[in-house]
């Protein structure tokens, strides 16, 4: 039984007790005084246990003390003398409940008390004739209530040792569990250096010419890092030392890395994605990008994984409250769908749809697990809608700060006139699909106050570009394949033509076709719209490759494996680069030279990164030096990089390095005067 449900029963039955005792004196004509004394109480009681003013076992003793009082005056009158025993029985019944030997003690002790009170009573009254069957029955009376006390004694031990070794036995879970997560984390953070070596160095071997077999490795290297990393906040989840790390974004950023994810992922069953922007959306926000990264991660790898036609579709908003927004992400599928008791699951641990052995699925199952826990953990929440064999929608609303409150999207409308989305609805075998294109057209072309038609066939586009100041025309690849020369012809009069096409697809360069590879969505529209030039599809492109040339940096980390990696990458920045195998070394280094950057490893033996860079800060000072130090680590735990900036680092970067993490850390920690967007030099 709850607590609180015993509590609630220890409290009627004293109530009870308190009622018998008003009615005992009301009809016995005992103390006129009394049972305004017992009500009183009674009220004061349930008021304490309605409102919760005290704690737990202050408000049981109270009840007890009260039950004592009732008992004890009810055992003081004359015409109690058997029933008293009875009353005691059930004051001992009622209140073993809380465990407690030292209130059954007491309970015995008042009623040992109450039959001498009551031995005196009736030999002053003078009617106490100790036959034998008198005898027999006080007998019976005091073994019963003794041999009750023992009963409950009895028990109470019994309860007692069992919840001391069901303690114990909790105790050796949560400490095998830690052990657990222990070794989990341990060996997360020691696989990440190996993977490291091998995604850099099939990075530094693919400059040399592409190959599948490296893509593959890459791939497959890209993936067990994805899975380290997903144990990691596994383990830091179930520990409760999640730890936020927030910062500025900007949600045209957020968007293209989720584009471009999406085209990482296996897209062998040729799958569409739809990403509806809502262009009111503020253009910058502050929260922690990285999970905003790996929820997106986690949903399109799920939804990819049990979807076999059809498409995905990305609807991304936001909704203006006192703190800020709430970022809403809904990212439906055509897919296999769930059950009830799938979703039921999703947040109760481990999960994974099929667990067969031959599942083609993939995955460990954390994958939805770490969602809730990185969506409840920044205040938000989530929630599924799915139907088996219809598809499946997850709802996400996180909090967010607003740093630019302007749209992400804008257009300047004096550059266009009306727009037309010629897509032929015939074509999608899977309804749905078609639903989701109009909608993120509808709601792009709301956003923005613009002015978009749609044509499913020529003879509708004819009459739009008769009627209408049609100056953009948006189509799909099998549409223009089937209109091609019509296209063409539009193009050359000088209204845009934008096919959005699958990738590799080129039309003949003369005909002035503009192609964007799929996925089509707001970013690369309003690119266009606005009149910006695209090469070769790149829509997602908001600002050129940096550069940091004649940089010189200093690599200190204790695997020489890791040192050649990072100077591979850091020469493709046109970055001068020297290395050291350990603190020590990398202090004697600065003080024969200089460096303008120094990335440090953090778990190295003798002397640790941060011992390592604080030493460096010292020599740097007493020479009026200024370097910047970035932690260059496979330490990604959450709550690292604040752990490092902290410590007195300028930036941090995890291993597996990402390459869009790096540049932006180099941007917000180089000054101006070191980066150039020219080009490498050699």
């Not at 009870?16 to 008003?22: H, N, S």
């Not at 037309?420 to 057209?441: D, G, H, N």
């Not at 799929?518 to 030039?533: A, M, S, T």
């Amino acid at each position: 039984m709850e607590d609180s449900r015993k509590e609630r029963l220890m409290l009627v039955i004293t109530t009870l007790a308190g009622i018998a005792c008003f009615l005992q004196n009301f009809f016995g004509g005992w103390e006129f005084w009394m049972p305004p004394v017992i009500a009183v109480v009674a009220i004061i009681l349930w008021g304490i246990h309605l409102t919760l003013s005290m704690d737990k076992h202050s408000r049981c003793y109270l009840y007890f003390s009260f039950s004592a009082f009732l008992c004890f005056y009810h055992g003081i009158h004359d015409t109690s003398l058997f029933e008293v025993s009875v009353a005691f029985i059930l004051f001992m019944a009622t209140y073993s409940m809380m465990d407690s030997a030292a209130m059954m003690n007491i309970v015995l002790a008042e009623y040992s008390v109450v039959m001498v009170i009551q031995f005196v009573l009736h030999h002053i009254i003078g009617d106490l004739v100790l036959d034998g069957f008198t005898v027999m029955k006080f007998i019976f009376h005091i073994g019963t209530v003794f041999a009750f006390y023992m009963l409950t004694r009895f028990n109470i031990a019994g309860r007692i040792s069992e919840r001391v070794k069901l303690e114990k036995w909790r105790g050796s879970v949560k400490a095998n569990d830690q052990d657990i997560e222990d070794f989990l984390s341990n060996i997360s953070h020691e696989l990440r250096t190996p993977v490291n070596v091998i995604s850099g160095m099939t990075a530094i071997l693919q400059k040399d010419g592409e190959s599948d077999q490296l893509t593959a490795v890459k791939s497959a290297c890209m993936r067990l890092s994805h899975q380290i990393e997903d144990i990691q906040d596994y383990t830091e989840l179930k520990r409760g030392e999640l730890v936020m790390d927030e910062e500025n974004y900007m949600c045209i950023s957020l968007v293209n890395d989720v584009v471009a994810n999406f085209n990482a992922i296996d897209r062998s069953r040729d799958l569409e994605l739809i990403v509806d922007l809502d262009p009111k959306t503020p253009a910058m926000l502050k929260g922690d990008i990285r999970k905003l990264h790996k929820l997106f991660r986690h949903l399109l790898e799920n939804a990819v994984k049990f979807t076999r036609h059809g498409g995905i579709y990305i609807k991304l908003s936001a909704v203006t409250q006192e703190y800020g927004v709430n970022l809403i992400v809904e990212i439906t599928d055509t897919g296999i769908g769930m059950t009830r008791a799938d979703m039921s699951r999703v947040t109760k641990g481990m999960y994974q749809a099929n667990k067969k052995r031959n599942r083609s699925t993939g995955g460990i199952g954390i994958g939805l697990p770490i969602v809730y826990g990185f969506v409840h953990q920044m205040g938000g929440f989530v929630k599924i809608e799915s139907e088996r064999k219809k598809g499946t929608t997850v709802h996400l609303s996180i909090p967010q700060k607003i740093v630019d409150p302007s749209p992400c999207l804008a257009v300047d409308k004096d550059s266009f006139g009306d727009i037309v989305f010629y897509l032929r609805e015939e074509k999608y075998k899977i309804p749905r699909i078609r639903e989701f294109y109009k909608a993120m057209a509808v709601n792009l072309a709301r956003g923005l106050k613009v002015r978009l038609y749609s044509a499913s066939d020529k003879k509708e586009l004819d009459h739009l570009r008769a009627d209408l100041n049609v100056t953009h025309i948006f189509t799909g690849q099998e549409e223009y394949e089937a209109e091609k020369e019509m296209l063409n012809y539009i193009a050359s009069e000088g209204t845009v033509v934008t096919v959005n096409a699958d990738p590799g697809y080129a039309p003949a360069p003369e005909n002035g076709v503009i192609v964007l590879t799929k996925p089509l969505y707001g970013f690369p529209v309003v690119r266009i719209l606005n009149g910006e030039k695209l090469t070769d599809g790149a829509a997602t492109d908001i600002s050129p490759k940096p550069y940091f040339n004649g940089v010189r940096a200093l690599i200190v980390d204790d695997e020489p494996m890791n040192l050649v990696v990072a100077e591979g990458l850091f020469r493709e920045y046109g970055m001068i680069t020297d290395t050291a195998e350990s603190g020590q070394q990398s202090i004697e280094k600065y003080e024969n030279g200089d460096y303008d950057v120094i990335f440090m490893d953090h778990m190295m033996p003798e002397m640790d990164g941060v011992e390592a860079m604080k030493h460096l800060k010292f020599i740097a000072d007493g020479s009026f030096r200024h370097p910047v130090f970035i932690a260059l680590t496979a330490n990604a735990l959450s709550g690292a990089k604040e752990m490092f900036i902290k410590e007195g680092f300028d930036g941090f970067i995890a291993k597996p390095v990402d390459i869009g993490e790096f540049e932006r850390v180099m941007k917000s920690v180089l000054p101006e005067s070191m980066i150039s967007y020219e080009g490498r030099a050699e």
